[in-house]
């Protein structure tokens, strides 16, 4: 089944910045998906458009085959939960139990599911010790976990991350990734991971690039990450371990692209005395 | 202009339950012309460190810190010295300009040209005339690589996220400080505006400010870039040294929490391979280093 489909989508911001124009894509249920792009390329609006902050002008998205429409708006979002950029700018309380209660709240749950809920999402995402902390004196890692918990008490099908990870230092991007990774092989969370970080894109099964509202590449991450010259045209860097081993190729050294600095250590190891 | 602080101690709500020591007798100097790194988790002090640089931080009052035997602290950045009351502060802030995280946040005026102008009119002397203005803002953007025509009269709301950041450091070079403060300069943009930004520190530790000192958490930036780096932990500094010696202590600074450069972890893979890689922990040294090893048939 197909967890997000988008059926020749049109939509512009009427400014003139760029438009997508008939923009064909879908996730399958259970997929990790990573969408990359460099800034003002369109991966924020696709993210906005899939659960309804922004409307489209033309087309069709389903999500898990309900058709998009101010009908099925809050069915589809209990389906698909979205976690932000900014850490603050997301927690509707101020201590982290109420914060995740929140939104079983909103739909109505009766109490003992609410604590059954705030229970399984603080589990998942390791939040436990932090239960009535207060979220401003978490560290950003921590708050965005938060958030997580916050999405995922609602049991959604599907998560979008949308550079949930754009402001955190290396630590938190690391906690949220594990996370997410854990989600999606655990709990069988279909997830949309919008990113600029390309080592974070390679945790994931196929990635997506965009450029001016358009998929310009799609496949697994090493499938993308072998056409660099490509990636650069569209504003977007190789991951480091990808640049020595094009350079080490260059310079006569035969290593294979790979993602892992043990694993390029060993293909080194192998080639020099 | 070069930065000496020895013994430096700072206590947030001293004297509360809450009290939090922030510095623990910090000593650190900080040399005219480096381009200098200060990396550390999350509370190890390094903000409070830098907000010392420029005076957003005080000391007590000389009398206050008299009462507490033996102090011995020393805060001297060029010819101002940071412990004394009467210092000129205003001047100081002219010469250590410093850009905080998002600066882009702190945007307000209604054009690029005003919000570049506030900072240079609110350090002159006397009133700088319409000429002088308009010369010195017209040098900072375009120091930044903006295009002066056409973003002087745009809103800074309106740039994208790479120029705005570009616009809110011209805001504060307007004044040219001898030495500019960085917290996460790069933080949030994508890797082209990453590059980009680093390129115009570069820039502008060439020809507009002798001294840079960036707080990051981006190891591999240190690397590529600074001369030598502080590790905070704790309110003191473990390590002041050049990346080359810093990040050859791969298991210490993993211990203390902190990333390494990609470099150095595979230097430290590639040496228990038994493959040792001597190399200052740059893309470019690295992969010069490992070519020399390579026997002379391919592989």
Not at chain 1, 57 to 79: A, W
Not at chain 1, 126 to 142: A, N, P
Not at chain 1, 212 to 236: K, W
Not at chain 2, 274 to 290: A, R, S
Request: with cysteine.
């Amino acid at each position: 089944m197909k967890a997000l489909e988008f059926q020749n989508v049109s939509f512009s911001y009427g400014d003139g910045a760029f438009a997508i124009e008939n923009l064909n894509f879908s996730v399958e249920e259970g997929e990790f998906v990573a969408v990359l792009g460099h800034n003002g390329s369109g991966k924020s609006t696709l993210a906005r458009l899939s659960d309804g902050l922004l409307t489209l002008d033309k087309g069709e998205i389903r999500c898990f085959g309900i058709p998009l429409n101010e009908k099925n708006l809050l069915t589809i979002r209990k389906d698909l939960g979205i976690v932000f950029q900014n850490p603050d700018s997301q927690a509707v309380a101020s201590i982290v139990e109420d914060d995740v209660a929140f939104g079983p709240e909103n739909i109505g749950l009766s109490r003992e599911e609410i604590g059954k809920r705030i229970d399984f999402a603080l589990r998942a995402t390791g939040m436990e010790e932090f239960r009535r902390s207060m979220l401003s004196r978490l560290s950003g890692g921590q708050k965005q976990r938060a958030a997580i918990a916050g999405v995922l008490a609602l049991k959604p099908r599907m998560m979008i991350l949308d550079e949930a990870t754009a402001m955190l230092d290396p630590k938190g991007r690391r906690e949220i990734v594990e996370v997410v990774k854990k989600l999606n092989e655990e709990e069988g969370i279909t997830v949309l991971m919008i990113t600029h970080f390309m080592e974070e894109a390679m945790l994931c099964g196929r990635a997506v690039v965009m450029n001016r509202g358009e998929i310009v590449m799609q496949g697994t991450p090493s499938e993308i990450f072998e056409r660099h010259e490509e990636l650069l045209t569209f504003g977007l860097a190789l991951p480091r371990i990808g640049v020595i081993c094009k350079r080490l190729r260059e310079g006569g050294l035969n290593v294979p692209d790979v993602l892992d600095p043990e694993e390029l250590a060993k293909e080194i190891a192998s080639c020099v005395s | 202009m070069r930065i000496v602080a020895e013994h430096l101690t700072h206590i947030y709500n001293e004297g509360s339950p809450f009290a939090v020591k922030a510095l623990d007798d910090l000593s650190l100097t900080i040399e005219e012309g480096e381009f200098f790194g200060v990396i550390g988790h999350t509370g190890s002090g390094k903000s409070t460190f830098v907000q010392y640089l420029n005076g957003l931080m005080r000391l007590p009052s000389s009398k206050k810190r008299r009462k507490k035997k033996g102090d011995r602290t020393v805060l001297q950045v060029g010819e101002f010295d940071l412990t004394r009351k009467k210092t000129d502060f205003r001047a100081l802030r002219r010469k250590v300009g410093m850009v905080f995280q998002y600066p882009e946040s702190q945007l307000f005026a209604e054009t690029v040209f005003e919000d570049v102008a506030f900072g240079y009119k609110n350090f002159a002397e006397k009133k700088p005339t319409a000429e002088e203005l308009e010369r010195v803002v017209r040098a900072a953007i375009e120091e930044t690589g903006l295009d002066y025509e056409s973003v002087r009269n745009a809103s800074p709301f309106d740039l994208s996220g790479g120029q705005k950041r570009r616009a809110a450091i011209a805001g504060v070079i307007v004044t040219r400080p001898e030495i500019l403060v960085l917290d996460e300069p790069a933080a949030g943009l994508d890797p082209l505006g990453k590059r980009e930004v680093m390129e115009l520190l570069h820039k502008l530790h060439g020809d507009w400010c002798k001294t840079v000192v960036v707080v990051s958490h981006d190891m591999d930036e240190i690397a590529e870039n600074c001369t030598r780096v502080a590790v905070f932990s704790d309110g003191k500094v473990l390590y002041s040294e050049p990346p080359r010696e810093l990040f050859k202590r791969a298991e210490t600074l993993q211990a203390l929490g902190l990333d390494i450069p990609l470099t150095a972890k595979l230097c430290a893979a590639l040496e228990k391979r038994g493959v040792p890689i001597d190399c200052d922990f740059t893309i470019e040294d690295f992969v010069k280093k490992t070519l020399a090893r390579k026997g002379g048939e391919s592989c």
